[in-house]
């Protein structure tokens, strides 16, 4: 354990520690510059949100995040741009592989978006804006100020409504987030991390600040003799007598989501012949929860070590549901967050570990089939958008169809580790945990694999040796818009907004 050190949450962005759940109200804008004087002199003076706890809980909050396009029109040099990673440069659209890895092919694919779809076109700024039930049009009027229209053009107005703590399925949302050392007490030795621990180093999710690997995820540090304004840069941890571009900033990957609510019910209703309560539970093993949040795997009594959370329903893994009878292993939450540590379950003390690394003992064949879930964690930050349907409507022919689902955004440290290995490797794999054609049954885009293989099936398997098989799932998830973002530190946004520029008037 390390000497416990106040985290510099003067300098982070609110976002990062708050979800700011209590803000109901959210309008999250895509904007493109359109005079970089004008936008740098509103950036100087925009109130965004620190992750300080301010008491009484302010009433309103702003968060800003930045494309690499962004980035170079607000005069960010080249050379500095490329120590940023490289799925942010090319950004979420930039390689057709990346487009095949993230599943956003053929509905999916991005030139079928609202927005993001065109590489040549991705917006400059994300503006997230937060305020209490009914704040938001003050609230919006305070922060455009004066001069915002001739700084910006409003690229997109992204559609957010409040339906409660419940995504637009009807489901429990934002009950599981790893939990952040922000005093850094916590070892990331990898010999004390056998199994699955909540608890994330702040690496993960901020950088200039050591990972899980106990390493700094690489980022533009700058040399002060080289650039003057640097110094209103903090220093690198790692490395003093350089400045940290990427100090307490984050990635963040934002994509619209359209869900098919009336689809996804109806669907299962049928398949389960209008019974409710057998509904009830296939919708629940898809999902991994039950509609209220309870989880499928029984939540421990006692305390799991690793597990930090005040909240019941987060308080499993899945060791004791190996085969997946109780939580089928392709359900949403078990794919998105497998719980495993970095060893199979039974493995801990020297001599067991060293068996394992050998190679040698008794072995279930899936032992190695999942990747240790410390590395691939993201904290969630996302709004639903359209109106509240309730699953009992939603099943009735004549359910009102209406653009819904989620703005699903994450906050990350390294994007293609995180996100896009969850995104890949687990939910749209149809081998993950040594299922067979299956994705995730919520994301799945249901295409079949290059060697003609379906992917839509779900599989729920039953001790006894029977699998309840359901085929043809529909896709319920349509992908709409998506960017990767940088979400500066503060200090960061002022070397930002003090560079200096070649030439006003940006063409759009
Ligand atoms: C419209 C799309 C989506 C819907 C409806 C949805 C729904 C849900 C629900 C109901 C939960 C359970 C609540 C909780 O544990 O907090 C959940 C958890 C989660 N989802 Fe999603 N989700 C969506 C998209 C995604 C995407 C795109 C990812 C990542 C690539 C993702 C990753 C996660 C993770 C990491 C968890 C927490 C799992 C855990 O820690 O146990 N979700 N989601």
């Not at 100020?145 to 409504?161: C, D, M, N, R």
């Not at 639903?384 to 689902?405: F, H, I, N, Q, T």
Request: proline share 7%; glycine share 8%.
């Amino acid at each position: 354990m390390k000497d416990s050190k106040p985290f510099e949450f003067n300098d982070l962005q609110g976002l990062l520690r708050f979800s700011h759940g209590r803000l109901t109200d959210t309008c999250f804008m895509l904007l493109n510059i359109v005079n970089t004087t004008l936008a740098k002199q509103w950036l100087n003076a925009a109130p965004i949100s620190s992750a300080s706890t301010i008491e009484p809980p302010p009433d309103t909050a702003l968060q800003i995040a930045f494309s690499v396009q962004g980035l170079r029109t607000l005069g960010l040099k080249e050379s500095v741009i490329a120590d940023f990673s490289d799925e942010f440069i090319l950004g979420m659209t930039g390689d057709e592989s990346r487009s095949r890895r993230l599943g956003d092919i053929i509905s999916n694919s991005p030139e079928h978006w609202n927005w993001g779809g065109d590489a040549a076109h991705v917006p400059h700024i994300l503006l997230l804006l937060y305020a209490r039930k009914d704040g938001m049009e003050i609230w919006r009027k305070t922060v455009e100020g004066e001069h915002f229209f001739q700084a910006f053009q409003v690229q997109t107005l992204l559609p957010t409504l409040d339906i409660g703590v419940i995504e637009p399925f009807g489901f429990a949302d934002g009950i599981s987030q790893p939990e952040i050392d922000w005093a850094q007490q916590q070892s990331t030795d990898l010999h004390q991390r056998d199994s699955f621990s909540n608890s994330l180093a702040v690496g993960e999710v901020v950088l200039g600040y050591p990972n899980e690997y106990r390493e700094y995820t690489t980022r533009p540090l700058i040399d002060p003799q080289q650039d003057r304004v640097a110094t209103k840069l903090l220093n690198a941890i790692d490395e003093p007598a350089l400045k940290d571009l990427g100090r307490n900033g984050s990635y963040l990957v934002i994509r619209q989501l359209e869900q098919d609510v009336p689809g996804f019910w109806q669907f299962i209703d049928k398949e389960t012949d209008s019974i409710a309560e057998k509904r009830e539970q296939l919708a629940a093993s898809m999902v991994g929860r039950k509609r209220d949040g309870s989880p499928l795997v029984q939540p421990a009594v006692e305390p799991i070590s690793g597990i930090v959370s005040t909240n019941q329903n987060n308080h499993f893994t899945y060791e004791s549901d190996p085969d997946g009878y109780k939580c089928p292993l392709g359900a949403h939450i078990r794919r998105a967050n497998p719980r495993t540590g970095d060893f199979p379950p039974g493995v801990n003390g020297f001599i067991s570990r060293l068996i394992k690394i050998l190679g040698f003992g008794l072995n279930r064949p899936d032992d190695d089939l999942i990747a240790s879930t410390r590395f691939h964690r993201i904290l969630r930050r996302g709004r639903s958008y359209g109106p509240l349907l309730a699953p009992e409507d939603a099943v009735k022919k004549d359910a009102p169809a209406a653009e819904r689902g989620l703005q699903f955004i994450c906050v990350v440290g390294n994007i293609s580790r995180q996100f896009e290995f969850v995104q890949n490797a687990w939910s749209m794999s149809s081998k993950f945990a040594g299922v067979q054609q299956e994705s995730d049954p919520l994301l799945g885009h249901r295409e079949p694999l290059l060697d003609g293989n379906s992917t839509a099936y779900f599989n729920r398997p039953e001790p006894a040796g029977v699998m309840h098989k359901t085929c043809h799932l529909p896709q319920f998830i349509r992908v709409r818009g998506g960017g990767y973002f940088f979400m500066p530190g503060l200090s960061a946004l002022r070397y930002i907004v003090a560079l200096p520029i070649d030439e006003d008037d940006n063409s759009l």
